[in-house]
């Protein structure tokens, strides 16, 4: 079983929360920000954490900012 972080279990959470509000499947959204599902996956589950480029691509597919992707991290520091 692959292992996972707390911060990628966090950030993972947090996508999928977002992606299942703009009612997106994983494939869906991998497609939208030139990825695939497996990888969509390993995010969700915590598995990868992704790199600048990769967040700046899953802001611009789920119509946000890359601020509402990382903001758990800024609401744990609080």
Avoid: W, Y
């Avoid at 959470?13 to 996956?41: M, V, W, Y």
């Avoid at 899953?58 to 744990?76: G, I, S, T």
């Amino acid at each position: 079983m692959p292992k996972t972080s707390a911060e990628g279990e966090l950030f993972g959470g947090h996508l999928r929360e977002l992606r299942l509000k703009r009612q997106l499947t994983q494939r869906q959204l991998a497609e939208l920000c030139d990825s695939n599902e497996p990888f969509i996956s390993n995010l969700e589950r915590g598995v990868k954490m992704p790199s600048l480029s990769m967040l700046i691509r899953l802001a611009d597919a789920l119509r946000c900012k890359v601020a509402e992707l990382v903001r758990p991290f800024d609401q744990r520091r609080r």
